[in-house]
Structure formats: C-alpha cells, structure tokens
C-alpha cells in the first residue's frame, strides 16, 4: 500500500513494552509492514520476534506468563555486576526460534546497546540475534552487563531509548516510532509519596517474595538473602525497586526528549502503559491492548501519509 520503506523504532520500558506486540499486530493487520526494526531493549526483543517471524510465540509465552515463570528465568549473580545473569533468557529466546543470524533476517534489523567503557552508541546488526537482545536488555542494576567484542554492553535506553536514528541509518525512509513513556514521569511522581510508596512497597516485597519461593533451593536461598536488603523501607523512603525505576524514568525521559527533537520520527505511537511497573511481565494482555489500542488511534493518520 506504499511506496515507502516504512521502519519501526521500538522503544524500551521493561514490561511496558508487551505493548509493541499490540502496535505491531495492528500494523501488519492494517498492511503496513515495516521493512527495517530497530528497537532498544524489550523493543529489540519484541522487534527481533517480529523480525524472525515468531512474534505470534512470543506473544503466546508472554500472556502465559506468571510468577513461577518469571521466577524459572532469574539466575541471581550479584558478583557479575547485575541481580539477573540473563542466560535463563537467552535460552528461552532460543527456545522460541529467535535466535536466526541477524544478516539472515528477512527485515534489515539492529539492537541498540550502550558501551559501559565510554558510553558510547552501540547498533548490532551482526551475529545472532539472540545475543543482540540480550546486550540491548542489560538495565543497570537489574541484569548484568553482556560482554560482545571485546567490550560489556548495557541496556541500549542509556543512550538512545527511541531508535529513531538507528532506523533511519538503516535506510527507512519513513519511521513510525513507539514510545513507552507517556506519562511515566507523573504516574510515579503520585506514586513516591511517603504513604503510597510504603503502600507500593508492601504490595511490591509480597510479589517478589512470591517469586522467590518458586525459585530452585539453591537460587532460592542467594535471592532470599540479597532481596529483603534490597526492598526494605521506611515510610519516607522508597524501595530499591521503586529508586531504580525512577531514576531511570527520568534519565530515559530527558534523553528521549533531546534525541527526539533532534531526530524526530514521521509518527509516534504511545501506547498509554504508565500503570504498569518495571518488572509486571504477568501483565503483557494489558500492555498489548494498550499498544493495540494506540496503533488503531494512529491508523488514519499514517494511511494519509503512506499514501500521500
């Protein structure tokens, strides 16, 4: 229906970004198929699935998901610089085919990752795309940094959290990018109250020690030492979980708005998501409705432009 190269940039958000299997469905399901995907964290894992051909298995794991099995993911490795390891992921991504070499993919592709050295913009567009997920998803203080040659890569959302440059490089020629953002900043402003963030907390502890009792002996007894430290709280000061996501909200935040201004996309989608935390991965039906939702908002004004 077009005669433009139409690229997607997938934006990162942790569990918000279930939301990017709704954007994409609708798209498809609408004939708008992006020929280039880049994405940046979970926008790089969803993008990858799409970009295999396997996002309707991905989309089926991520509705089944619940705590044991975000629990059966969790390799805690404190010492390797993260609380998750993240080969647990790596396998279920090769468990559910997306592990293709990026160069085989039938849509040109590329993660975006951080270089912890120097900071430095990293696109991987190169080698299995397994590995590429797994550097782009690297969130500081969650999962630990991914070694790829010859220097440890981080979560891609340090430095670029809406690919919109990388797809642009990449040789579209129209970007339609998903933010994950709207909102987050005055969602958890509400939320960082003393009350409410000793309500959350509590709310937050009983989930996680949830999780952990579904963990293997061993991991379990390592997780159940490290995480009440971590989740402990006084009525005016929030949680380790609750200062993590903030201040990467708010760094995302002041980095999306700069590289945006600067780079702006031909459309943006905003899958309304605020509502789900960091780590909600129970809760992709949510988040892809939402994402469903906000592509279907979109449709008339892209139709416009594709055919115009």
Known sequence: MTRYRVGLALGGGAARGWSHIGVLETLVG????????????????????????????LKAWAQAVDWRTIASLLDVKVANGGLIDGARVQRLLRDLGIDTP???????YAAVATDLADGREIWLETGPVDAAIRA???????????????????????????????????????IIAVGLGDGMLAKRAAGLSPAAAEEASAAQRGRL?????????????QAA????????????????????????NIMQDRITRS??????????????VAHIRLMDFHRAGEAIEAGRIAAEKALDGLKAQLSG
């Not at 020690?209 to 007894?221: K, W």
């Not at 590289?259 to 309304?272: F, K, N, T, V």
């Open 209 to 221: 020690m949830e999780m952990v009792a579904q963990m293997p002996g061993p991991l379990r007894e």
């Open 102 to 108: 990026i160069e085989d993919l039938p849509v040109k």
């Open 30 to 57: 609408a004939g708008i198929e992006p020929t280039i995907v880049a994405g940046t964290s979970i926008g790089a894992l969803v993008g990858a699935a799409y970009a295999c051909g396997r996002l309707a298995e």
């Open 136 to 174: 782009s998803i690297g969130l500081p203080g969650i999962f630990s940094p991914t070694l790829v040659d010859g220097k440890w890569l981080a979560d891609g959302g340090l430095v670029n959290q809406v690919p919109v440059s990388t797809a642009r490089a990449l040789g579209a020629d129209f």
């Open 225 to 248: 030492r490290i995480l009440p430290q971590l989740l402990s709280s006084g009525p005016k000061s929030p949680g380790y979980f609750d200062v993590l996501a903030n201040a990467l």
């Open 259 to 272: 590289r945006l201004a600067g780079e702006p996309p031909h459309a943006m989608i905003s899958p309304q």
